[in-house]
Structures are given as structure tokens and as C-alpha cells.
């Protein structure tokens, strides 16, 4: 079984800093991708960041600038540094992370539970 168990969320003003963090457990051969993704209320849920096993990172434009992902992969834990955070950053952050458990497997998603961020204004 694998788990992705996220941590670090919680309330924060406008303009204040938080980071993230999010540990694979279980049977893991290999992690590809790791990211992070959020979803407001009554929105799609949407990409915040990813990052490749060999580092490349990818962002969206809205975080640009403010938000780092970034990745132990000795831990299987990727974070989140986000600063200078708006409301409108607030959501639902989730991890998610594809994997396999052996050399045979194909590459499978995973998805933490999910840790709310709220930013106040």
C-alpha cells in the first residue's frame, strides 16, 4: 500500500510564508513526478507545481516567482515553500506523486489527502 501524507497547511495573512511538505510511504520501486495541486470551492482542481526525479521543475504562471517545489528523493518527500501568499491562493493542496512499485509496473498516480491553506486578507 502507499500513502501520501501531506502537512504543513494552516492560516496565514496576505503577504505571510508557508511550506508544505509531503511524504510517500509503502512499497516504492521508483518515483517519476511529484506536485502539487490545489482547488478552491467551486473551482477544477489545477496545477500549482511539478518536479521531475532529476530535478526540472514546472510552475503555473499565477505562482511564478513566489511559490519553490522542490524535492529529497532519499525521503520520497517533495514541498512546497510558498511566500508572499494572496488570498487568492487559498485552497485545498494536493500532492500527488507517480510511481511504481517494481521494475515491471507501469508508472501510477497517487493523491494525498489534501491540507487546507487559507490566506486572509
Known amino acids: 500500500q502507499v500513502q501520501l501524507v501531506e502537512s504543513g497547511g494552516g492560516l496565514v495573512q496576505a503577504g505571510g510564508s508557508l511550506r508544505l511538505s509531503c511524504a510517500a510511504s509503502g512499497i516504492i520501486f521508483r518515483i517519476n513526478v511529484m506536485g502539487w495541486y490545489r482547488q478552491a470551492p467551486g473551482k477544477q482542481r489545477e496545477l500549482v507545481a511539478h518536479i521531475s526525479s532529476g530535478g526540472n521543475t514546472n510552475y503555473a504562471d499565477s505562482v511564478k516567482g513566489r511559490f519553490t517545489i522542490s524535492r529529497d528523493n532519499a525521503k520520497n518527500t517533495v514541498y512546497l515553500q510558498m511566500d508572499s501568499l494572496e488570498p487568492e491562493d487559498t485552497a485545498v493542496y494536493y500532492c500527488?506523486?507517480?510511481?511504481?512499485?517494481?521494475?515491471?509496473?507501469?508508472?501510477?498516480?497517487?493523491w494525498g489527502q489534501g491540507t487546507q491553506v487559507t490566506v486572509s486578507s
Open positions: 500527488n506523486a507517480d510511481l511504481k512499485k517494481n521494475y515491471y509496473d507501469t508508472y501510477v498516480s497517487y
